[in-house]
């Protein structure tokens, strides 16, 4: 298993988490099972919402066994008063519900507590002002939340609240979001999307990704909008090659979907390259770095994906990709323009006149 620190806190978080959203499909030693699997894989990092209450006991009989060893995301504004899932923004609800999952869950703390959902000016102004977020507030200084996050699939919301926080965003990712205008949850052109993975990161905020598949639509030809079917594998490294993710958690229904997520971990380059998007993406779609690195190796050691990477965070203002560029053995001004990343690029980025472009803005 791969890891990736947390910005704010430094935590070593697991690049495959567990989402549970199909848990209950599960009979309940199914459900346990599965959990203490993903444990003993390596797993370290569990998303608390389902789509009812059925698998909050057998899930936090495995958690509870290591809790130490595990983060748990517990949403503010996840509603099981009826056992089948709603959302809320009331707070006595919101603060019932939270408090009954850390009951539920056996723990006096929650790693990360996730303000559920604001896919809305609305929902947000509601969380701000309706005491809520007072509440939260109140639960971090106190230690009963570790960090502060928030779950969104909307573009436009989600930069106004990742400033607010110092632990993750939820946010939904997968090509077809990304790529294509075929779900409201993939509103906004690619470029926007691209921008705020890296306004997540230039804020110091990890994003955990939500709907890596398009829940399913994109493993299964006939569904999917390119046309063709994607793996898993291709899924999960197409989300962790994105600016700012730090853990990708597909929703399993027991141990067939854990054990098929978890061949990514053992999964070769070649399974793990997606550059067959490039074929299947719209051709309106302009080109830009997808930092992926498909153009490697650089016959004189620029690592491409990162120089773009810095260059596109400095664009933002961030002092310290500056910084982190610099501190790179090699830079973009060292590109001898022989083609090679151009040819190879899947995404159609001219990376030669892009060096070029960079090595001006450094000033080396």
């Known amino acids: ?50 789509t009812n209450d059925a698998p909050f006991e057998p899930m936090a009989r495995a958690i509870g066994r290591h809790r130490a060893d595990v983060y748990v995301q517990v949403h503010l504004g996840a509603d099981y008063r009826n056992h089948g899932y709603a959302w809320t923004t009331d707070p006595k609800a919101t603060i019932a519900e939270f408090e009954a999952c850390l009951a539920t869950l056996r723990t006096d703390y929650a790693d990360f507590g996730l303000i559920h959902c604001i ?18 507030l109140k639960q971090k200084q106190a230690g009963v939340i570790r960090h502060l996050g928030f779950s969104t699939h909307n573009v436009r919301i989600a930069p106004v609240s990742c400033h607010r926080l110092d632990g993750l965003g939820m946010f939904s990712l997968n090509p077809m979001y990304d790529y294509t205008d075929e779900s409201e949850y993939g509103c906004g052109e690619a470029s926007d999307r691209q921008s705020l993975y890296r306004e997540f990161e230039q804020a110091g905020v990890g994003i955990s990704v939500m709907k890596p598949f398009a829940a399913g639509r994109l493993l299964d030809a006939r569904q999917s909008p390119f046309g063709q079917a994607l ?31 978890l061949e990514y971990v053992d999964a070769t380059p070649e399974e793990r390259d997606y550059a067959a998007l490039a074929d299947m993406a719209p051709e309106s779609r302009a080109a830009s770095c997808m930092y992926c690195n498909h153009c490697q190796p650089c ?24 910084e982190r560029y610099r501190n790179l053995e090699h830079h973009a001004g060292e590109c001898i323009a022989c083609g090679h990343c151009d040819a190879r690029c899947p995404f159609g980025v001219a990376q030669s006149a892009r060096m070029a ?8």
């Open 119 to 136: 896919d809305e000016d609305a929902d947000l102004d509601r969380v701000m002002n309706g005491g809520v977020w007072d509440y939260a």
């Open 299 to 322: 016959p004189v050691g620029i690592q491409i994906g990162l120089v773009n990477k810095y260059y596109d965070l400095a664009c933002l203002g961030d002092k310290l990709a500056e």
């Open 357 to 364: 472009e960079i090595a001006a803005h450094f000033g080396a």
């Open 1 to 50: 298993m791969e890891y990736r620190t947390l910005p704010h806190g430094g935590e070593k978080i697991s690049v495959i988490g567990l989402g549970a959203g199909g848990l209950h499909n599960a009979p309940a030693d199914e459900i346990e099972r599965t959990v203490e699997a993903a444990i003993e894989a390596g797993v370290n990092h569990f998303d608390y919402v389902t």
């Open 231 to 261: 793996t898993r594998t291709q899924c999960i490294q197409c989300a962790l090659d994105r600016a700012g993710v730090l853990t990708v958690l597909p929703g399993v229904r027991g141990m067939d979907d854990l054990e098929q997520i």
